[in-house]
């Protein structure tokens, strides 16, 4: 695709350690405002640890657990455009 980013979101359970994986197209990525893009990247792409509220249902626990979200770029396009959110 030219114009579509690839990423994949992989989630972790922190109990028991298994991992789920989803995929996305973006033709815009969101990114975080911050001093700089590069700032705005590692932001966008830090492993992201979910608890609380933001628990994932783990089947292989059989409830909510915190867990690890992580997110890659699977494919890149020609072409992409970067958004950043100010608020």
């Known amino acids: 695709d030219k114009i579509s980013l690839g990423l994949t979101y992989s989630f972790s359970c922190t109990s028991c350690f298994e991992t789920s994986t989803t995929e996305e197209k973006l033709n815009i990525l969101p990114l975080p405002f911050c001093s700089s893009v590069l700032d705005s990247l590692n932001t966008f792409f830090r492993d992201e640890h979910l608890s609380g509220d933001n628990k994932k249902f783990c089947p292989v626990c059989g409830t ?9 770029v699977v494919s890149l396009p020609d072409i992409f455009f970067i958004s950043i959110k100010r608020f």
Not at 64 to 72: A, N
């Open 64 to 72: 909510c657990q915190d867990t690890v979200k992580e997110t890659q």
